[in-house]
């Protein structure tokens, strides 16, 4: 069975600060990984995907990495920005799809 | 020109009564799922289906039953509803490439409570 943690579960940070969120996962035989963020009350926009034979994919200040053989990814977020302040979630797709409890970040002004 | 849209938004209902959600997407791809997210906010798959055939079915009661009347649809109805039911239900496609499960978009939920 597949678990997948997230921590830390909530993170604060003053703006422009570089910052780092965690996934990790117990079965490495996984497709990919998914990077989502959740606003509050709204659905999810995906981030970023890495397939299971990359190491990490780039989208703007978004940087995420993946190493199956330790069962971890993670989100490298540069300069962050208020607008940042959301639910970061993790989505592993291999026999299972399963989420992460999410990281609840605060970008504070 | 949404990509994944779900009806309706929000829905209140009475413990017992039936009661379907809607899902569309206009992406092209095969395969479709309903996720539920709970008041945690843990969210937890339920189904999955690709080109109108169920291929996951987690531990769901069989109050649940998803339809998929083509490959850009795939609904839920739920029988007999009950208060633990109340949560916020998501529907997502992807396309289903050398069998595997890729790139997920979420529809914006559908915020179902049970009174």
């Known amino acids: 069975k597949q678990e997948v943690t997230q921590i830390p579960a909530a993170l604060s940070v003053p703006e422009g600060e570089n910052l780092v969120l965690n996934c990790s996962f117990t079965?490495?035989?996984?497709?990919?990984l998914q990077w989502f963020r959740q606003d509050p009350g709204k659905g999810l926009t995906s981030l970023l995907l890495?397939?299971?034979?990359?190491r990490e994919q780039t989208s703007g200040r978004l940087n995420a990495s993946l190493d199956k053989s330790s069962g971890r990814s993670t989100l490298y977020i540069a300069a962050s920005q208020p607008g940042d302040s959301a639910t970061y979630l993790c989505?592993?797709?291999?026999?299972?799809?399963?989420f992460g409890e999410g990281t609840q970040l605060t970008v504070n002004p | 020109d949404t990509a994944v849209s779900q009806t309706p938004k929000y829905l209140v209902t009475q413990m017992g009564n039936d009661k379907s959600i809607k899902c569309e997407q206009n992406?092209?791809?095969?395969?479709m799922y309903w996720y539920k997210q709970d008041s945690k906010k843990f969210l937890k798959i339920m189904f999955s289906?690709?080109?109108?055939?169920?291929?996951i079915n987690e531990t769901v009661p069989n109050r649940f039953s998803p339809k998929s009347p083509d490959k850009a649809h795939l609904n839920l109805h739920i029988n007999s509803l009950e208060l633990g039911d109340s949560a916020v239900y998501f529907c997502?496609?992807?396309?289903?490439?050398?069998?595997?499960?890729?790139?997920?978009?979420f529809g914006p939920g559908t915020r179902l409570t049970v009174l």
């Open positions: 997502a496609s992807s396309p289903l490439l050398a069998g595997a499960y890729n790139e997920q978009f």
């Open positions: 079965d490495s035989a996984i497709y990919n």
């Open positions: 890495i397939q299971s034979s990359q």
């Open positions: 989505l592993t797709s291999g026999s299972r799809l399963t």
């Open positions: 992406l092209g791809h095969d395969t």
């Open positions: 289906y690709n080109n109108k055939e169920l291929i």
